[in-house]
C-alpha cells in the first residue's frame, strides 16, 4: 500500500530535549516536505527536500533541521524543542517537485507534538 | 507571493442542506494548480480534487462539487446534501512554480465544517 508513515503519531516533551519525527515514504517520491498546523494558520512548510541531499527551508524553518540521506526518509529534528513548537506536524510527498500531472501531495498520519 | 484566502472559519449546516465552502487565491502565474484536502476529526490529510488553471471546467463527483472561476480567482467547493461525516476541517490549497520551475504549496486557514444531525 502506497503511504507516508510518521512516527510517533503522539508526543509529550520537556523543553529543551531533542527529538526526533521519522517520516518515510514508500512510492519513490522525490520530493518531501514538513508542514505544521496551527489553528488559525492552516498548513505552514518548514523544510522541503527535492531529493536525496537537497533541502531547503520552508516558511518557518527556525528551530528545526532536516535531513535526507536516502530517498525514501526524511526526518524532522527538533535539536532544543520549545514550548512554541507544540503542534500538529504533517510529512508529505509526492511524485516530483517540478509539476506534471502527479502533483498532490501524500500526507502522514499527522504527529501531535506537545512541549512542555 | 501567492495566497490562499478561506474567509469562513467555522460553518454550521443541518444533515441535507447543501454548502459551499469559499476559496479565493492570489497568484501572478498563469500556470498553477488549486487543491482540495479534507482533515476528518481523526486528523490526517486526505486529497479531494486538484485542477490546473488551464481547466476551467466545473467538477461534480457524488456530492461534492467545485467552481473553478479565474475571473473572480475563485475555487468554491459545494457539498449537497451534507451528511454527518462531511464534518470536518477542509483546506484549499495554491501551487505555483519558482523561478527553479519547482513547485511550492500555499495552503489556506481551513473551513471547520460542522454537520448537525
Known amino acids: 500500500e502506497a503511504q507516508v508513515t510518521q512516527n510517533p503519531r503522539y508526543l509529550i516533551t520537556v523543553t529543551g530535549k531533542k527529538l526526533t519525527v521519522t517520516c518515510s515514504q514508500n512510492m519513490n517520491h522525490e520530493y518531501m516536505s514538513w508542514y505544521r498546523q496551527d489553528p488559525g494558520l492552516g498548513l505552514r512548510q518548514i523544510y522541503y527536500?527535492?531529493?536525496?541531499?537537497?533541502?531547503d527551508k520552508g516558511d518557518v524553518p527556525e528551530g528545526y533541521k532536516v535531513s535526507r540521506k536516502e530517498k525514501r526518509n526524511f526526518p524532522l529534528i527538533l535539536e532544543s524543542p520549545s514550548p512554541n513548537q507544540t503542534s500538529l506536524y504533517f510529512c508529505?510527498?509526492?511524485?516530483?517537485?517540478?509539476?506534471?500531472?502527479?502533483?498532490?501531495?501524500?500526507f502522514g498520519q499527522g504527529t501531535r507534538l506537545t512541549v512542555v | 507571493a501567492q495566497k490562499v484566502t478561506q474567509a469562513q472559519t467555522e460553518i454550521s449546516v443541518v444533515e441535507k442542506e447543501d454548502v459551499t465552502l469559499d476559496c479565493v487565491y492570489e497568484t501572478r502565474d498563469t500556470t498553477y494548480y488549486l487543491f482540495w484536502y479534507k482533515q476528518p476529526p481523526s486528523g490526517e490529510l486526505v486529497f479531494l480534487i486538484r485542477?490546473?488553471?488551464?481547466?476551467?471546467q466545473n467538477e461534480i463527483s457524488g456530492r461534492y462539487s467545485w467552481n473553478f472561476q479565474k475571473s473572480t480567482s475563485s475555487f468554491n467547493f459545494t457539498i449537497t446534501a451534507s451528511q454527518v461525516v462531511d464534518s470536518a476541517v477542509y483546506f484549499c490549497a495554491l501551487s505555483e512554480f519558482d523561478s527553479g520551475g519547482y513547485q511550492k504549496v500555499t495552503f489556506g486557514t481551513g473551513t471547520k465544517l460542522q454537520v448537525i444531525p
Open positions: 527536500s527535492m531529493n536525496v541531499e537537497v533541502t
Open positions: 485542477r490546473n488553471s488551464f481547466d476551467e
Open positions: 508529505a510527498s509526492r511524485p516530483s517537485p517540478s509539476g506534471g500531472k502527479d502533483t498532490e501531495a501524500f
